[in-house]
C-alpha cells in the first residue's frame, strides 16, 4: 500500500475502524427524506460521530461546507430503481473527477452474481488500477445480488469481499449474514477491513446488535446510510452506531447514551 492511500484511509476511519454514512441514494431513489436538505443531514451526522460521508460528485460543493472535517468519499457508479435492471450498475465519474470534487476516497459498487457482473469486475479492475496510481483508496461495495442469489449467504458473501480484494480494493463493504458466526467467515475470507451495509431500516436496536454482530466477527466498521440519514434524528443515531463502531458498546449501551429510547 502506498503513502499516499494509507494517509488517505486515515482521513476515512479512526484507529482502523470505519462509520461512513453513504447518502448516494438521490441517484437511486430520487430526493428522499433525508436528502432534500443534504446540508443538514451532513452536518448532523459529522457532528454526530461519523468518520466519512459518501456521495455522488453532483452534490460535493453541498457537503464540503457541512462536514465538520470528515472524510469525503465520491461513489462512482450507480443505477435508478426505477430502471431496467437496478444491478446493472453503470460508471458516474472517473478518480480525476472524484479528486477534482475533493474526495479523500472513491467507492464502487460490484454486484457478484448479476447479469452485469462481468462488466463491473472489468470496471472495478481499471478503476483500483487508476486510483492506485494517484494514492486514492477504493471502497468496493461487494454484494452478493442477481437471479437466484441469497443476498445473506456467507459463502456468497466471502465470495464478494474476496472478489474485491483480489481486484485491488483497499476497504470492502458487504451485506450482513445475520450473526456473528457466520460473518466471521466472511471476514476471513479477506484481509481487508470489512464494513457491512445497513439495508432497510429495521428499528433503531435491531440495526445496531447487527452492527454489534458484525464488530463481534472481526469487522472494521459499517457503511450505513438510510437506517441514519433518515432517522428522526440522524446525529442521536450516528452517535449509537459510533458508540458501537469506535466504543465497543453493546446496542443498549450506546442507544442510552445516545440518548435514544432502547426498545423492549
Known sequence: MNTGIQARLDRIGTDGKFLTIPMDHGL???AVRGLVDIESTVDAVTRGGADAVLTQKGVAPRVHPNKNDAGYIVHLNGSTAGGPDANDKRITGTVEAAVKAGAD???FHINVGSESEPEQITDLGELTERADE???PVLAMAYARGPGVDGADPERLSHAVRLAEELGADVVKTGYSGDAGSFARVVDATRLPVLIAGGEPAGDKASLEAVRGAMDAGAAGVSMGRTVFQH????AMTRAVSGVVHDDRTAEEALDRAGLAVEA
Not at 428522526?232 to 446525529?235: A, G, Q, S, T, V
Open 105 to 107: 476516497a472513491v467507492s
Open 28 to 30: 437511486t431513489l430520487g
Open 232 to 235: 428522526d434524528d440522524p446525529e
Open 134 to 136: 494517484l494514492g486514492i
